[in-house]
């Protein structure tokens, strides 16, 4: 899955922050990047490119998370927020394979 970085000189544009805004709705709007740009009087071809345009390499973010030890390590999990504003939780024991396969179909989705 791509990140939109809204922290470059491209995405610093009035049309920049438009298009963000537009990739943002398609997102949370559950239809197809077809049905959106015809709803919305643009064509595939425009999104796509603003799309590829924005898309970059955004800082990753991290939070700090204070350790409690009480707290038996098996109960623990990952929660990942996603650009998209979706959230992964991942459950302790989760194989790194089944971990890449979700990972890669979010990617796809993008």
């Given at each position: 899955?791509?990140?939109?970085?809204?922290?470059?000189?491209?995405?610093?544009?009035?049309?920049?922050?438009?298009?963000?805004?537009?990739?943002?709705?398609q997102?949370?709007?559950?239809?197809?990047?077809?049905?959106?740009?015809?709803?919305?009087?643009?064509?595939d071809?425009?999104?796509?490119?603003?799309?590829?345009?924005?898309?970059?390499?955004?800082?990753?973010?991290?939070?700090?998370?204070?350790?409690?030890?009480?707290?038996?390590?098996?109960?623990?999990?990952?929660?990942?927020?996603l650009?998209?504003?979706?959230?992964?939780?991942?459950?302790?024991?989760?194989?790194?394979?089944?971990?890449?396969?979700?990972?890669?179909?979010?990617?796809?989705?993008?």
């Amino acid at each position: 899955m791509r990140a939109i970085e809204a922290g470059s000189k491209e995405a610093g544009s009035k049309k920049a922050k438009k298009w963000l805004e537009l990739i943002r709705q398609q997102q949370e709007s559950g239809l197809s990047v077809t049905a959106f740009c015809r709803e919305h009087g643009f064509s595939d071809q425009t999104f796509y490119n603003w799309r590829k345009r924005l898309a970059g390499s955004e800082p990753v973010r991290f939070a700090l998370v204070a350790a409690d030890s009480t707290v038996a390590a098996a109960q623990i999990h990952v929660e990942l927020l996603l650009v998209s504003g979706d959230r992964l939780r991942i459950a302790p024991g989760t194989d790194a394979t089944t971990l890449r396969t979700v990972l890669n179909a979010l990617r796809e989705r993008a």
